[in-house]
């Protein structure tokens, strides 16, 4: 069965890096992209980019440019989403989704169980 | 970029009513519309893609429809269950964003 299994919850001080890992498992790793996703408390759902394991191609959002970078290692089905420069407001918790980015798949079809970041001095 | 709006952004409807969400691009995204289902503490769920494609495993009593900008979630006979916040998505380029949810509750 297609599992994502996320690292656990981190405490980080402001201007530190964050790195998430989400290990899939029970599909082709190399067949789908994977996407970040965050949801800061008591708010909606917000878009941080993707990546194409199969080439490492990265999109993302706008908001996040120069502080993100999303990676990937295919021998172990891995991939990881780094935030630098943490500030409070990155205080959320952060999910990893696959999709397969083809209008006839159902996207965002497996989720992570979320990775709680919080951001404080 | 296209922005996402949802309406309304919460309700209040009595089991068995039924209820409608609107979902509104600011471009055309052809049908590439999907919408998730999250319930407090949990992760998202997706229902429906391609605006009107019952994810596998999801009760007949939702359904969309829509195409171009304008689209909505319909829940047929709302259940107690289906208290959650709703999300419409648009997937047909990055970045691919969320509306910002519709909060639904039992009156």
């Known amino acids: 069965q297609v599992q994502l299994v996320q690292s656990g919850a981190e405490v980080k001080k402001p201007g530190a890096s964050v790195k998430v890992s989400c290990k899939a498992s029970g599909y082709t790793f190399t067949g789908y992209y994977m996407h970040w996703v965050r949801q800061a408390p008591g708010q909606g759902l917000e878009w941080m980019g993707r990546i194409n394991p199969n080439s490492g191609g990265t999109n993302y959002a706008q908001k996040f440019q120069g502080r993100v970078t999303m990676t990937r290692d295919t021998s172990i089905s891995t991939a990881y989403m780094e935030l630098s420069r943490l500030r409070s407001d990155d205080t959320a918790v952060y999910y990893c989704a696959r999709d397969r980015d083809d209008f006839w798949s159902p996207p965002f079809d497996y989720w992570g169980q979320g990775t709680l970041v919080t951001v404080s001095s | 970029d296209i922005q996402m709006t949802q309406s309304p952004s919460s309700l209040s409807a009595s089991v068995g009513d039924r209820v409608t969400i609107t979902c509104r691009a600011s471009?055309?995204?052809?049908?590439?519309l999907a919408w998730y289902q999250q319930k407090p503490g949990k992760v998202p769920k997706l229902l429906i893609y391609?605006?009107?494609t019952l994810q596998s495993g999801v009760p007949s009593r939702f359904s969309g429809s829509g195409s171009g900008t304008d689209f909505t979630l319909t829940i047929s006979s709302l259940q107690p269950e289906d208290v959650a916040t709703y999300y419409c998505?648009?997937?047909?380029?990055?970045?691919?964003?969320f509306g910002g949810g519709t909060k639904v509750e039992i009156k």
């Open positions: 391609a605006a009107s």
């Open positions: 998505q648009k997937y047909n380029s990055a970045p691919r964003d």
């Open positions: 471009q055309g995204i052809s049908n590439y």
